[in-house]
Structure formats: C-alpha cells, structure tokens
C-alpha cells in the first residue's frame, strides 16, 4: 500500500512538470522547443519499460542512498521552479514540498540506522557517496 501511495504521487510529479514543460515550449517539436518530443517520449518509453534499479546491499544502503536521491531531488525541482519563473516557482513550489517530506522520511530512518549500528550505517553512507548515481542516469537516453 504504502509503495503504490508513493508511486502515485511521484506519477503525479512526472504530470504535472511534463504538461508545464508542453504547455510553454520546453518539449515540443518546434526548432526553438528545448527538448524536442520525440527524442523526450522515446527516452520515456525506454525509461519505463527498462526501469531503474538501484540493487542496495542492505537497508542501510538504501536509506542512504534514498535519504541523498531525496535531498538531492528536492534541490532540483526547487531551483527549476526558479530557473522557469513565477509560473514554474508556483508549479514547482507543491512537488518541491512532498520531496522535501520524502528526504525527511528517509532522513529519519537514516539516523536511526545510525542509532542502531553507526559503523555498519556509516560504511553504507561512505559507499553511497562514493557511487552516488541519480536514478534516470542510465535508463533515459538524451
């Protein structure tokens, strides 16, 4: 339950930054679109069907991988709304929100990894770091 409530929500992002970025020319087919549609609908295609697989070793690898994929998410969106003006602030503003209670949700977990076992948390956070990759690196093309 608690995955398809995030998975709708995260859907939900994808919508609402994919009709702005329709609605103002940032996707579109046109010469000056930033992204042309196609190349943006194929690389969609691939993205789904391929997936992004993150394989954590354990659970402390994936808090601390998804406690930094958060934090780094919401920092983002929260700078795309300001590089889109005050219609992109004003859309941004809501997706930059619910990221910022997913980073605090997995910040949370992380720390109590740490209260639990700080060595074994603290090598995971390390491993993160080092092979830190954003999910879409590999799966979406262009």
Not at 114 to 131: F, M, R
Request: net charge negative; charged share 20%.
């Amino acid at each position: 339950e608690f995955a398809h409530e995030w998975t709708a929500e995260e859907d939900a992002h994808g919508v609402i930054m994919r009709d702005f970025a329709l609605g103002t020319g940032v996707i579109g087919s046109e010469e000056q679109a930033i992204i042309n549609h196609q190349a943006y609908h194929a690389g969609r295609v691939q993205q789904l069907r391929t997936g992004t697989d993150i394989n954590p070793t354990n659970l402390q690898n994936a808090f601390a991988y998804l406690s930094l994929q958060e934090d780094l998410t919401r920092e983002a969106h929260y700078k795309s709304g300001w590089l889109l003006g005050a219609m992109g602030k004003s859309i941004m503003g809501p997706v930059t929100g619910d990221e910022q209670n997913h980073y605090e949700f997995y910040r949370k977990a992380l720390e109590a990894s740490l209260a639990v076992d700080s060595d074994g948390t603290l090598v995971e956070l390390n491993q993160v770091y080092k092979h830190f990759d954003m999910p879409g690196k590999d799966g979406i093309p262009n």
